[in-house]
């Protein structure tokens, strides 16, 4: 069993939908918790950082951790096409041997139709 | 841009043979971490340095080993490669080994093992 389990879609939505992202995590010893976008034939861009569980807002993106369910989520409101990507949870424990590793989902694709 | 680069691009070598990955991180960060991307097995961290040393290692094979050099670019060698090599690999950098620090991708180099 994968440390983070994360649909991988794909995910088809109309222009101006509400997308709901998630990830599940075994590791209790996760504390970081990321989001990145990956564009096709890019690198991984971070969008969302939060630190342990709560919610946080970037623009049309909002972050929410819940540590006691092992669970986190991305929300994008009035999704655009350029919003098009495959989208990776990522999560960090809070260091001991590990240092920076980032453990990933595998990833879920989102089309956004207009 | 994340300001982190990567070269080359795109590699395409025999199995059995050996390349060199090189990875430049972003002006000022001083560790640098090495992942892989591949269809079935998604974004694994392999191996992350900081100022020169060795400070984390994941699922790294014997084959493979990187360096940081003291102007702080990457290289990660891989050598006897196999089909199975064929994959996307990132570099990461991020200002310090601390694990709070947000990691930021470069575009990654495609290997191709025929």
């Known amino acids: 069993q994968k440390e983070v389990e994360q649909d991988p879609g794909p995910l088809s939505v109309p222009e101006g939908a509400i997308v709901s992202l998630n990830c599940t995590y075994s590791n209790s010893a996760f504390q970081y918790f990321m989001w990145y976008r990956q564009y096709s034939r890019k690198g991984p861009e971070l969008l969302m950082y939060?630190?342990?569980?709560g919610n946080k807002e970037d623009g049309r993106f909002t972050a929410q951790v819940d540590k006691s369910s092992k669970y986190i989520s991305l929300f994008i409101r009035d999704s655009q096409p350029s919003d098009s990507a495959t989208y990776l949870c990522?999560?960090?424990?809070?260091?001991?041997?590990?240092?920076?590793?980032?453990?990933f989902g595998q990833g879920t694709i989102l089309t956004v139709h207009p | 841009d994340s300001g982190v680069t990567q070269t080359p691009k795109h590699l395409i070598t025999a199995t059995g043979q050996r390349v060199t990955l090189r990875c430049s991180p972003r002006?000022?960060?001083?560790?640098v971490y090495w992942y892989q991307q591949s269809l079935d097995q998604g974004l694994q961290f392999l191996i992350q340095?900081?100022?020169?040393?060795?400070?984390a290692k994941g699922n790294i094979l014997e084959r493979f080993s990187a360096q940081q050099f003291p102007d702080l670019h990457s290289e990660l060698n891989l050598s006897s490669l196999e089909l199975g090599d064929s994959a996307l690999y990132f570099c990461a950098s991020s200002g310090s080994a601390g694990t709070g620090e947000t990691q930021y991708f470069g575009p990654g180099t495609r290997l191709l093992v025929l």
């Open positions: 939060t630190y342990s569980s």
């Open positions: 990522a999560m960090r424990d809070a260091g001991g041997t590990s240092y920076g590793k980032l453990t």
């Open positions: 340095y900081y100022n020169g040393e060795e400070r």
């Open positions: 002006s000022g960060d001083l560790s």
